[in-house]
């Protein structure tokens, strides 16, 4: 039984470069969620998707995120003109039933 | 003000003591709770999950939600090195809310 996979599992990048992590759930978890962590905080929910669908997104997605889940199974999370704003710990969750969810290792950013 | 308070510690505890951990918070419509426990640059990890009010035990943790207060706990028996991490609460409101909502975490310390 394998967890969540997150890849990459740091990165580093020159601001104004694009970025894109790719998380792969637990088998048929059909729920995954993003969420984003600085330094000395709790994880900060960004978007939400049912299967291919993204049913939900958080404020803190400006225009320069967007996510996908094309098959319902893996999915991306693209950053573009990074900004050193950006610099986090990005992590993805999957749920079964909506209510308990499991969160891969996070890819670190580090935008310089 | 935050809608999920908890005190960022740090918390240092000797081998074998009872730790308590808290949360306080102030959406009454919060009616699912969970603990994760996040190491050092790892992803968090789910503990406990509960949607009542009372307690819920597993193993040397035992989770206490107080809804009529907006108060919810973690206790730790016979406290170990291992157990040294941040925790953090989190919640998920009812009538289908997905997103959890995340306090700061508390960094505990547990020393020989």
């Known amino acids: 039984d394998t967890g969540v996979s997150q890849d990459p599992r740091h990165k580093i990048t020159k601001r104004g470069q694009n970025v894109t992590f790719r998380c792969d759930p637990i088998?048929?978890?059909?729920?995954l969620y993003w969420y984003r962590q600085t330094l000395g905080q709790g994880p900060e929910f960004l978007t939400y998707?049912?299967?291919?669908?993204?049913?939900?997104k958080s404020r803190l997605l400006s225009d320069r995120f967007s996510a996908e889940r094309p098959k319902g199974s893996f999915s991306t999370l693209e950053i573009q003109r990074t900004e050193q704003g950006d610099s986090a710990m990005y992590l993805c969750?999957?749920?079964?039933?909506?209510?308990?969810?499991?969160f891969g290792p996070g890819t670190r950013l580090t935008v310089t | 003000q935050k809608e999920v308070e908890q005190d960022p510690g740090p918390l240092s505890v000797p081998e074998g003591a009872i730790v308590s951990l808290n949360c306080t918070y102030s959406?009454?419509?919060?009616?699912?709770f969970m603990w994760y426990r996040q190491y050092s640059r790892k992803g968090p990890e789910l503990l406990m999950y509960?949607?009542?009010?009372g307690n819920k035990e597993d193993g040397r943790f035992t989770a206490q939600v107080d809804k009529s207060s907006k108060y919810i706990s973690l206790f730790i028996r016979d406290s170990q090195p291992s157990d040294s991490a941040t925790y953090l609460c989190?919640?998920?409101?009812?009538?289908?809310?997905?997103?959890?909502?995340f306090g700061t975490g508390t960094q505990l310390k547990v020393e020989l």
């Open positions: 969750a999957s749920s079964l039933t909506g209510d308990e969810q499991y």
């Open positions: 088998s048929e978890h059909n729920r």
């Open positions: 998707f049912q299967n291919e669908a993204q049913l939900e």
């Open positions: 959406n009454s419509a919060f009616q699912y």
């Open positions: 509960t949607y009542s009010s």
């Open positions: 989190a919640m998920k409101l009812t009538g289908g809310g997905n997103k959890l909502t």
